[in-house]
Each structure stands twice: as C-alpha cells, then as structure tokens.
C-alpha cells in the first residue's frame, strides 16, 4: 500500500492528505508537496504552542513541541483522584447525617429520653445544685426506655448541705419520649 514514513517515529500512514502524524503528532513531509517547499507563497497558518496565537510557518518546517506545563503529571493525576475520593466520602457522610437510618433515629430517640430523665431527675433535688446523673444504657426493649442508675453514682445536698448518695429508675416510651415512671431513691415520683 503506498504512502510514507512519519520522520519521528517510523510508522507507515498511508491516509492521504494529514499534514502531521496521527501517533507522534510530527509534521509530515509528503512526497507530492516536496515542490510545493520551494515555493514560497505556499504557506501554512498553525498554532506554534497551544495557548499562544497561530503563526506562519513554512511547510516542511517542524512542528514544535507541546509545552510540557500543559500536560498532567502523575502527581496532578494523583492529587484528581484524591480530591475526587475526599468529595465522595464528604457527600456520603452528608448523606448519613441528613438521611439517618432507623436504628440511627431510635438511637437519637433514646438519648433524647435519657436527657429527659436526667434532667427531670436533677430537677428534684430539694437543696442547691444537684449533680445530674451520668450516662447510662438503655435496659428497655421496643418502644420502651428503661435507666437505672445505682446508689451513690449521683449525689443531692440534703439540708445541711451535705451530700447525699442517691438511686433512679426512668421507665417511658421511646416514641412519644414522655416518662410514664420515675423512681428517686425508691420513692415513686410518676
């Protein structure tokens, strides 16, 4: 089959009519436009470098090369990829923030009944500032809530101004997150 020889890397391109080679981007030299070199109104209008504006260049002159500071390194393609994984884990973790699951909303549920009870619970002490009772875990199962906290884990001032070691229990409904049971020292409250 006929055609030529690209000049930069040797490969055989017998399309008729490309000016540079398809795989090295050098300038060919067709043999059919060898008279046209000598020539010197044949001109041909070309970018030099990408991003500057195109010039005059005779036919037959080389092509310049591509500015490497457009090409993308492997730390540029790196730095991509990373940027691209950080954006989806962001947007994942937004996700799960704004679209919590149902064992993440019966969680959220659950603790807002233990600031319920420990709040109502520090509301009762009859004498100065009462410790609030710390965290403890959820005994109940379904739509109840169950804590318990032992004596001695929070303490009230009595009267004197001593402090009292002191026992809870909070029974209530997850859903409705109202207390239906509150027992302080073995005495029923609700």
């Not at 990373?82 to 962001?90: G, M, Y």
Request: glycine share 8%; net charge positive.
């Amino acid at each position: 089959m006929a055609g030529i020889h690209c000049p930069g890397c040797k490969a055989h391109i017998s399309v008729p009519g490309l000016i540079d080679c398809p795989l090295c981007q050098t300038f060919l030299d067709p043999p059919f436009l060898r008279e046209a070199k000598t020539t010197p109104s044949l001109l041909e209008v070309r970018p030099m470098v990408i991003g500057t504006p195109a010039t005059h260049v005779p036919l037959g002159a080389s092509r310049p090369a591509i500015s490497a500071k457009y090409m993308m390194t492997g730390n540029d393609r790196f730095a991509v990829i990373t940027l691209s994984i950080i954006a989806v884990l962001v947007m994942l973790i937004i996700y799960r923030v704004v679209v919590p699951s149902e064992s993440q909303l019966y969680d959220r549920e659950v603790s807002a009944a233990l600031v319920t009870c420990q709040q109502r619970i520090q509301s009762l002490a009859d004498y100065g500032d009462a410790a609030m009772p710390p965290y403890v875990k959820n005994y109940g199962k379904g739509d109840e809530f169950y804590f318990a906290w032992q004596r001695g884990s929070f303490h009230f001032k009595n009267g004197f101004g001593a402090s009292v070691p002191m026992s809870a229990s909070c029974i209530g409904s997850v859903s409705t997150g109202e207390i239906q049971q509150l027992t302080v020292n073995g005495k029923i409250i609700t």
